[in-house]
């Protein structure tokens, strides 16, 4: 199997960029939420601000984290890992169709540090002592998929920055006509 780091396209001419996802008092939601493989209770509706109107996408991150899918989407990942995923019930800004944001609760320690372009860790010397022995850069990521397990949807432990979706994962995705993905293929 192999495995495909999702991210949001850029490059869609016209496209609008979201901003932080907020609570109904206007409140911003820690991003990093959405960055612990756990699942998210958030009290009340959450909503998801334009930064800068434009064509509407069925993927795109929000806040430089939070992955926001439209309903489209969201049926791939309910019919195919509903358990390996988190689909929180958004409003975005001057839309009426519904979407999600997307919680990955899956975190493999699957990062195949040889195989990466480049891999640092932090140190003492970095004096940031609660993150010794952590990732603190992973370039051209690669994963080992003999350490995934049965997961088809995670973040890689130790860069949850990260989200990996399986080959029949992104096929059901491209099959909808999914607009904003933007695929990189990280089998190591």
Known sequence: MRYFKLSDDVHVPGRWELGAPVDEQGRKIGIWLFRRGEPISVDGAIRIPLFRAGKPLDFSVAGAAVPIIHEKVAAV???????????????????????????ALRMPRCIDDAACEEVQYWTAEDGQPDLVGEYRVVAGLRIDPTKVGDARVFRPWGWPVALIVSEDIKGAMEDTGATGTKFADVTG
């Open 77 to 103: 990942f309910r019919q195919l890992v509903p358990h390996d995923v988190q689909l929180i019930p958004v409003k975005v800004e001057s839309q009426l169709e519904s979407y999600f944001a997307l919680n």
